[in-house]
């Protein structure tokens, strides 16, 4: 289950997070026995009731740089070329999930995929802008199914300024 609390709605009513948590919880008949000793045995919080680094950790996971670079890559591709949707813009969408499981699935053979494939895309976009053939991007699916980014990556283009094609 997900709660998402919303501090604004908390700073509004005069009351904490927490405390509004506790209210969501009431409302939607939770158990509400809170053990903090059990918290504080599982080392997750200190004797000041206070986080640990190993419940921050269950609270705020580690994202690692692989899946950074794929948000980043995700991000990057073009969202429409003409009137042709190449992607959606959420990564939570269908086509953000089926690229996160490519990725996943191509990251246990090459583990400097993202780099790769970011730099791919990078240098698809600079010669594609450049030639005028924007038009002919693929759909997100098929550029991860076909592993596109290959046929970027190896390339070298003394002109190309990653920093200015970042911001193109």
């Known amino acids: 289950m997900k709660i998402l609390i919303d501090t604004d709605v908390s700073d509004n009513l005069g009351i904490t997070a927490l405390e509004l948590l506790y209210l969501h919880v009431l409302h939607n008949n939770l158990p509400t026995e809170l053990s903090f000793e059990a918290l504080i045995e599982l080392g997750l919080l200190n004797e000041d009731y206070e986080l640990t680094p190993a419940g921050v950790d269950i609270v705020i996971p580690k994202v690692g740089n692989e899946m950074i670079m794929f948000v980043r890559t995700y991000d990057e591709y073009p969202h429409k070329v003409g009137t042709r949707v190449l992607k959606s813009k959420s990564i939570d969408s269908a086509d953000g999930k089926h690229c996160l499981s490519k990725y996943k699935h191509y990251l246990k053979s090459s583990p400097n995929l993202g780099e790769r494939m970011y730099k791919g895309l990078l240098i698809e976009k600079h010669l594609r802008k ?39």
């Open 130 to 168: 450049k030639g005028g053939s924007e038009n002919f991007f693929q759909d997100i699916r098929t550029w991860f199914n076909q592993m596109t980014w290959d046929k970027y990556a190896d390339l070298e283009i003394e002109t190309i300024d990653i920093e200015r094609v970042e911001r193109i």
